[in-house]
């Protein structure tokens, strides 16, 4: 399945709706616990000094947490116009501006080069995960991370029949969004078809959390 303008159009309406309130709640109670754990994987590999796309970064604060733990500089790309012009004022607020950038695209269809590529629960709200996993693994020169609903073991059939239920209320209230539970295995060969190998992997209560390397990266950081 491939995306068109009408469904991203959807997808940017969505999440204009919720862009306020999603900073408000960051900034009252801080990251999710698996985009902790997606920060922390980073912080591991090591962040100081690294550049960072953050594709569908909404509202930007994972973006700017990044440059709290080192990393040099962040951009942020993200459909939703209201989400952007968030990120952007709350860069200023935490005074990170020179270091941010925010800008409304689709990032399966443009290229930003970076160090760290990460996408924090945004696959699982995009139709076409292989254009965006492939424009991220060619934007990418080092890190890819990523988080996606926990779609295996015994929560397969919680996610979905969660997915079924909420994707029933969008489609009742005549919205075009739809959430997506795309084959791990599938993103996983994308990946590795791309130049990757998995690093990574970890849980939280409803998400799965992946990190990727190129290869050759761990042995360079051991050294």
Partial sequence: M???PAHTKEIAKTFDDLAHDRCCKYKSKGLTASTEVLLGLLTEKGL?????LDIGCGTG???LETLRQGASSCMGVDL???AIHEANEFAKESGLQDRARFEVADAASIQHAADIVVMDKVLCCYPDADSLLKTASSSSSDLLGFVVPRDEGLMRPVMRIGTGLIN???MLR???FRLYLHPLRSLDKLLVDNGFQRSSKAKSRFWLVFLYTRPGL???VRG
């Fill in 48 to 52: 100081v000094g690294k550049t960072v």
């Fill in 61 to 63: 604060f994972f973006a």
């Fill in 168 to 170: 029933l209320v969008e």
């Fill in 2 to 4: 491939t995306s068109d």
């Fill in 174 to 176: 005549r919205t075009g």
């Fill in 80 to 82: 939703s116009s209201a």
């Fill in 218 to 220: 761990d042995a360079a």
